[in-house]
Structure formats: C-alpha cells, structure tokens
C-alpha cells in the first residue's frame, strides 16, 4: 500500500486538494479532524488537558479562548499540549492504516498539516505539497478567520516557510490560480499514481 503524504500552511488550499483526493477514491486520514475529535465534548484529550489547564475544561466541554489565553501567557504550554495530542493522533493515524491494509487500499493518504514538523513523512512513500503565493494565503487566511491581512500574516508566520515544505516535496500542488486549474493539477497528480 502506498502512502502519500499531504501538507501545507493555513490558507494554501490543502483541505480542497484533500476533498479532490479522497473524490477521485482515495482514502483520506484528516489529522485536523482528528483533533478536532479528541477535543470535542467528552474527547478523549480534555481529561489530560484538564490537568493541565484546569479552568479550560468546564463539564466535559473545552473552552478554546480560555485555552488560547492560557497558552498566550504560558507560551511552553504549547509543547505540553502538543505531547498530549500528538499522540493520540499518531495511534488513529496507525489504526486507520492497518484498517486500510485490511480492505487492501492500493493508496492512502495522511492529511497532515505539521507533516514535516512532527516528522510524520518518515512513513509516507511521497509527499505532496499545497502551494499558493504569500498574498493569497494571507488573504484567503484573513477572510477565512475575519482578521486584518497583517494579522494573518503574523500567524502565517508562525508556520514552517512554505519554501522549506516545497524543497522537501515529491509534488507541488499550486493553488494560486482558478479552481479548474487545481483540479487540473490534481487529476495529472492521481493519473501519475494510477500508472
């Protein structure tokens, strides 16, 4: 069984590159989704989150703004958070792969957005990146989370630079052009796997 792996930054278009992948028949692991998951209501994380941030964790359910200020002010907070979710991510990571050899998946693919960060590339068979130009990510960022372009500039730059992800890649996907354009891209991609 192949696996690819699938990154890039916020606001490159990694989650429609992803939804084009998984139309075309590919099995896709969403890391995000899986975060999200565990830190839903009752998630399996809030128990260990709760320990650390006490207030956070109100009746089962995580108060992302407080959790947000907590880390803000406690800036290794981060890293504590990080070896409680991390992984519990990698073992439904594991569990989807093993579940996908079972139905016999020629090809998966691992959505990851720290892909390279959590070293996670290390089990993939090649990596396919998600590209656009800095303006367009900073202003698909900016409307997406109803902030100054200046502010999602700073946030896009606590991210890995996308030129060190473009260096590491098997493939480059660019997403700075139409929506036809990216399928176009990603139809050739799905093509050069299938031959």
């Known amino acids: 069984m192949k696996i690819l792996g699938l990154t890039g930054g916020m606001g490159m278009g990694k989650s429609t590159v ?3 992948l998984q139309r075309a028949g590919l099995p896709v692991f969403d ?3 899986e975060v999200r998951r565990l830190q839903a209501d009752h998630g399996a994380a809030l128990p260990a989150i709760a320990q650390l941030v006490p207030h956070a964790v109100q009746n089962g359910h995580l108060d992302r703004a407080v959790l947000r200020q907590a880390v803000i002010k406690q800036p290794t907070l981060l890293k504590k958070l990080e070896h409680i979710i991390h992984p519990m991510v990698r073992a439904a990571r594991a569990q989807f792969l093993r579940t996908q050899r079972l139905q016999g998946a020629r090809c998966v693919v691992l959505d990851i957005p720290l892909l390279y960060e959590t070293g996670a590339q290390r089990e993939c068979d090649d990596v396919l990146v998600v590209s656009a130009p800095h303006w367009v990510q900073a202003r698909r ?3 997406r989370r109803g902030m100054p372009p200046a502010e999602a500039c700073k946030l896009i730059a606590r991210q890995m630079p996308d030129a060190q992800r473009v260096r590491q890649a098997g493939k480059v996907i660019r997403t700075g052009g139409s929506m036809r354009e990216t399928e ?9 796997l299938r031959a």
Request: glycine fraction near 0%; hydrophobic fraction near 50%.
């Open 184 to 192: 176009r891209q990603v139809r050739q991609f799905i093509r050069s």
């Open 18 to 20: 992803a939804t084009l």
């Open 141 to 143: 960022v900016a409307k």
């Open 31 to 33: 890391a995000d989704a």
